[in-house]
């Protein structure tokens, strides 16, 4: 009896064993008939490398998108390598070899990927470190499992709703042309079809939403910011321009100016009591019609507060929304105790990404019109009584600065310079420069033609060029290495950059590597909600502006022990 229950035990083990093996078999088959092997295995590959570090520390539910997207890269590139073998005729593997294979692969893949899970955390808190914010107890796998997964059924469903339609296209046309005309037909008939909806339906609707949104934002009047009873303050009851056609980011620009107590606290000794109140100019989008309209509505209002008496001018390209950084000018303005003027118009309610995607030429124009009207005035001013006269511009802004002029324009009665900080990878200026620059210079920290007319700058300075001669007509580039704005590229896709090549910036980390395709993603991803404090990534902070200032400008009157203290000042604005 014993004997009997223990081979009764015994075959009701194997039978379960082979139940729970068949069971396993079945899934197999399954997943194979729904997903392809070659394609889930460098999917799952390009899954893993997506853990990796980039420029910027990035929250879980971005880190799950990228890894989604990464997969779904890898998944797509591993079926095309397979068609495209299948389709001239290459030796396959027998099924029993390719069967081992397979199994070789997916344990080698699964190790890599826990390797690289078991990093990640330790990856974000590098990037963190380097940039001194606090380290992340661990990241949530499980929300990033969850949302990389949705996205990659997501996004195969529409690739497989998109081989149908092709399909059927095909198969309807094959009745009037020959069957590979009909192919290449329904393809284009696809694709025009998927994109129409998305261009013309998706994307017009998610812009006018974002337009309405911003446009309300646009029209806050915060209560902390009330009209300024000064009469040569722009939004007075004496102003040109009413409070309200300021917009949000107009009042706040204008009501941030400091005031020339403030300005006397940190002012040169000698100078204390020639300080004055910075005079600011703004134009917001309501202001008038067209951008011509706008440029001379400023000029009349520059000219109604006395800009051109001041002596430093500046003109501001702002971001999309309209947005001055107040450390980019605030800065300047304690240089030369308040003895400036600066004018900004505003092009778009859009934030930069957006305003790119649908008003770029409408940026362009108004930083066009905004200069030669502006540019225009001052030039005919006596040479030694009109004011030094600057351009500035962040980001999407100072991309749209330097297409503001011509060099031809300008060449008989230059102005004097241009700072531009985290110049967008489109800046045509920027990129030239930084593909001819010096021998030996990093691409993150160039140096051209020895310093003569363009430098650059980051957190640790690199305007001041010992033994080189900056001429009278002076552009400055203040750039982070980690800025992902300034240094993403579509060639990212498939090439390594140069400013991954050599050294690193002090603010990369050394753990960053260069992946085709996934290193795209991620640096997109770092462009749209990569997070960084003040002077790293795109934040850029007052007291590195200061710095630029000092070195473009040179201000009179200032020892190292004040620039020091001012400096500290700004260390601690945010």
Partial sequence: ??????????????????????????????????????????????????????????????????????????????????????YFGLPVAQHRVRRLIQLVVTVLFVFVVIVFLWQASGWQNN???????????????????????????????????????????????????????SHLAGLLSALILFWSIIDGVLFSLALQAADRSYQRIDALIEPEFEPPLETNKTGSATSLISWEQLGRQGRRFVSLAPTRQQIAEYAPLQSIAQTMDPLRVYVGLNSAETAQERADLALAELLRVGAFSRAVLVLITPTGTGWVDPGSIGPLEYLYGGNTASVAAQYSYLSSPLAILSEADYGVETARAMFQTIYGYWSELPADDRPDFYLLGLSLGALNSDLSFDFYDIIEDPFHGALWSGPPFRSETWRSVTLLRDPGSPAWLPKFRHGAVVRFANQSGGLDLPGSDWGAFRIAFLQYASDPITFFAPQVLYREPDWMQGARGPDVTPDLRWFPVVTMLQLAADMASGVSPRGYGHAYAAEHYLDSWVALTEPVGWTSEELGRLRAFFSVQR
């Fill in 127 to 181: 990037v963190r470190d380097l940039m001194g914010m606090e380290a992340i107890t661990g990241i949530q796998m499980s929300m990033i499992a969850v949302i990389a997964v949705t996205l990659f059924l997501t996004l195969l469903w529409l690739f497989r709703l998109f081989y149908r339609t092709f399909l059927f296209l095909s198969k309807k046309m094959q009745h009037f042309v020959p069957t590979r005309v």
């Fill in 1 to 86: 009896m014993l004997n009997r229950s223990i081979n009764h035990s015994a075959r009701g083990s194997v039978v379960h064993s082979r139940r729970v093996s068949l069971a396993w078999r079945l899934l197999l088959r399954r997943v194979s008939r729904h997903f392809h092997s070659i394609g889930l295995l460098l999917g799952t590959l390009f899954f893993a490398v997506s853990l990796t570090p980039s420029l910027l520390p990035r929250p879980d539910y971005v880190q799950g998108l990228i890894s989604g997207l990464s997969l779904s890269a890898g998944y797509g590139a591993g079926v095309l390598l397979y068609l495209v073998w299948d």
